[in-house]
């Protein structure tokens, strides 16, 4: 049964005045950043910060890769309320042991510093990919659905997009202050699908770097094959190598840079040339 949710999508960028270079004054659009604490059975749990597009889907996907809940199903609600910046969780039987399990706070490199409760490499052995590929026809239709894509980043920049690919098919595109929020919206969104979406098959892409967060998360989910626009850390390369993930960096027009599982991309070079 898939939880109730609210839709307190708030606005995303604001209108500043500014004084340029000539000392002329004008007006351009800013995204707007704003605090989310987190409440799960009114305890309280963390403070994210975020544009608010989409709010409940950010929480239910935060709950997700916290590996602070195994299944959509142990969600009853996320009630969200700008007036006073909370999403109210509710669970169906409770958490168990989330003192001990949130005793533990990383702050990771994601913008607005991320957090991760526990381990960040609890659960990587376990992990096992599917056999997925992706072909190097595929990955340019991917790059080219990114730059025609209206976004915030477009119009006022200073934000972090991320998408769901199934082939060179764009499934659902969500931005954010930090790309891991962006990373945890398409979490929960993939979670309150009709029927459970499962990762086996899709890419995952992020205008942001590859951090072992963004790799860990991305496997958590099932999603073999990672793409971004920037590159890749140390830490997250050799996570990806241990996993088997490919990751894919530098993605722009038609270069790009394989790091790690070569054999899931199906190298067309003649793809590469000018037209």
């Not at 910046?85 to 399990?101: L, N, P, W, Y």
């Not at 945890?184 to 899709?202: R, S």
């Not at 960096?249 to 790009?256: D, L, Q, V, Y």
Request: aromatic content about 6%; some cysteine.
């Amino acid at each position: 049964m898939l939880p109730r949710l609210t839709q307190a999508c708030a606005p995303l960028t604001r209108e500043v005045s500014v004084v340029n270079e000539f000392g002329e004054s004008g007006t351009v659009s800013i995204p707007s950043e704003r605090a989310l604490t987190v409440y799960v059975d009114k305890r309280e749990l963390v403070t994210l910060m975020t544009l608010g597009a989409h709010p409940e889907l950010l929480v239910l996907g935060f709950l997700r890769n916290q590996r602070l809940v195994a299944s959509v199903d142990e969600v009853e609600s996320i009630t969200v309320d700008w007036d006073v910046g909370a999403a109210a969780v509710k669970t169906r039987q409770g958490i168990s042991d989330i003192e001990a399990r949130t005793a533990k706070r990383v702050v990771t490199t994601g913008c607005g510093q991320g957090s991760v409760f526990g381990d960040l490499m609890a659960e990587v052995e376990s992990i096992v990919l599917p056999p997925a590929t992706l072909t190097q026809t595929e990955l340019y239709g991917i790059v080219n659905a990114i730059r025609v894509q209206e976004t915030t980043y477009k119009s006022s920049g200073s934000v972090h997009g991320c998408a769901l690919f199934k082939g060179a098919q764009m499934l659902v595109f969500i931005e954010d202050v930090g790309r891991h929020n962006a990373l945890d919206t398409i979490a929960g969104w993939m979670w309150m699908q009709d029927e459970e979406m499962t990762g086996a098959d899709k890419v995952f892409y992020t205008t942001g770097r590859l951090t072992s967060e963004m790799v860990i998360k991305s496997a958590q989910m099932g999603v073999p094959i990672v793409v971004s626009r920037s590159g890749i850390t140390h830490m997250g390369l050799e996570v990806a190598q241990r996993l088997g993930l490919c990751t894919i960096g530098r993605a722009t027009n038609k270069r790009f840079l394989c790091y790690s599982g070569v054999e899931r991309l199906k190298l067309q070079p003649l793809e590469a040339a000018p037209a």
